[in-house]
């Protein structure tokens, strides 16, 4: 099947432009940084491929990643009471909610591109438009082939696509970009690489625990002889505890001779705060990605009273800056600029609430008992269409009686 043409939002193609060559040297430390290779303090070079490596880097990408992923989101028109009904006709519609193009769900794009913003600062996909300028598809553009960039005189963002073919210079209206929290209002900075130190550090002490443990290096006891060993009892004593209790031996029975005692090595305080440091590194990664550090397994400070509070924060203090960085990415480039106002691409969070229907059921019949929300406005919240005798303000649990009129 023939790659479809690029066209931008008026319609015409793209200006295509050929690829600049130059000189081959020696990377420069600022196109390391652009490529997400970062030097470290602990001499370890972070990159999102390396920064995956460590368990809590790859929990924490994942976790936000596939949530965002998982929660439907959908087109709707918006009426002047700020009601609003599904916009199913509308172009974009299918997009968000269905399928992004023929080979990609709306749900998959938006995981993979918040893995890029997550790992490399900047999520790209390319809207590709039919004749009209109505967007069809939104394809992934992949790191490393997109850059973002801004006109000095009217500071418009535009973009630099580099393809097999040559290379695009693509409207701000042309790319869904997804960027992490920005340093200058242009490229998003991950947080891989505003947290490279503790990234790089929890590099270091997984590699020396791997390595400790893969070499059985660390003693776990001493043997102690009364007297001196014979020259053969020495070397045959060796052999036997090595191939008892280091690589893939470990676990087995060792004999000892010479009458040659063993006394297990006691937990020192060095170990104690190798252990220690390597959980406060599981925290500092949690902050990096603004996670609860129990949601990267660090259950040491958690408790049951306190574990709807830590969803709550992972929702509200994680997530929805995640989703209103999406939602502002769909109108951009998915909605006319007429449309900004009559029209707004919406997260359905009902996902989130579902394991605390009860919860949520109980808060809004409370408000719809003392009078301070409408029927309509709780639909609003839940992405339902309005109902016809949905803006009574009153309670619905109580109704005045009135005796029925008699004639005398």
């Known amino acids: 099947m023939p790659v479809p043409t690029l066209l931008d939002h008026t319609g015409a193609p793209f200006e295509r432009k050929a690829a600049p060559v130059s000189g081959v040297s020696a990377p420069e430390p600022w196109f ?7 030097a470290t303090a602990s001499k370890v070079v972070v990159s999102p491929s390396t920064a995956m490596r460590v368990p809590a880097v790859a929990r924490a990408v994942n976790l936000i990643a596939g949530t965002i992923g998982i929660l439907p989101a959908r087109v709707f028109k918006v009426a002047a009471d700020e009601a609003r009904t599904p916009a199913t006709e509308h172009p974009a519609f299918g997009l ?13 794009l938006r995981q993979i591109l918040t893995r890029d913003a997550l790992l490399h600062g900047d999520g790209f996909a390319a809207v590709v438009r039919d ?8 394809v992934h553009l992949p790191p490393g082939t997109c850059t973002a960039d801004v006109d000095l005189v009217s500071r418009e963002p535009f973009y630099r696509v580099s393809l097999t073919s040559g290379s695009d210079v693509l409207s701000w209206r042309d790319v869904l970009h997804l960027k992490a929290p920005s340093l200058d209002g242009i490229r998003g900075a991950s947080p891989t690489s505003l947290g490279r130190e503790a990234i790089g550090l929890a590099l270091v002490l997984e590699a020396y625990a791997a390595r400790l443990f893969g070499n059985g290096a660390r003693p776990g006891g001493i043997i102690s002889v009364p007297g001196k060993l014979g020259d053969t009892a020495g070397p045959r004593m060796k052999a036997s505890w090595q191939a008892a209790f280091s690589g893939e031996g470990t676990g087995g029975t060792a004999v000892l001779e010479e009458g040659a005692t063993f006394s297990p090595v006691a937990l020192t305080s060095v170990d104690a705060e190798f ?21 990267l397994g660090d259950t040491e400070n958690q408790t049951y009273s306190n574990v709807e509070g830590l969803a709550q924060s992972f929702r509200d203090e994680t997530l929805l800056p995640w ?3 999406w939602e502002d990415a769909y109108a951009r480039v998915l909605l006319d600029e007429s449309e900004l106002s009559t029209h707004a691409v919406a997260f359905d969070l009902e996902a989130l609430d579902r394991a605390d229907l009860a919860a949520k059921a109980e808060a809004i019949a409370k408000r719809r008992a003392a009078g301070i929300t409408t029927a309509n406005e709780e639909r609003r919240s839940l992405n339902l269409p309005a109902h016809a005798n949905g803006n009574e303000l009153g309670s619905p649990f109580t109704t005045a009686n009135e005796a029925p009129a008699h004639n005398e």
């Open 32 to 38: 390391m940084e652009a490529l997400g290779i970062h």
């Open 96 to 108: 968000v909610h269905r399928f992004a193009n023929p080979f990609t769900s709306a749900r998959e």
């Open 131 to 138: 004749g009209s300028g109505r967007p069809r598809e939104l």
């Open 275 to 295: 252990m220690a440091q390597r959980r406060h590194q599981v925290r500092e990664v949690a902050n990096v990605f603004g996670l609860p550090s129990t949601m």
């Open 323 to 325: 989703i209103a960085a």
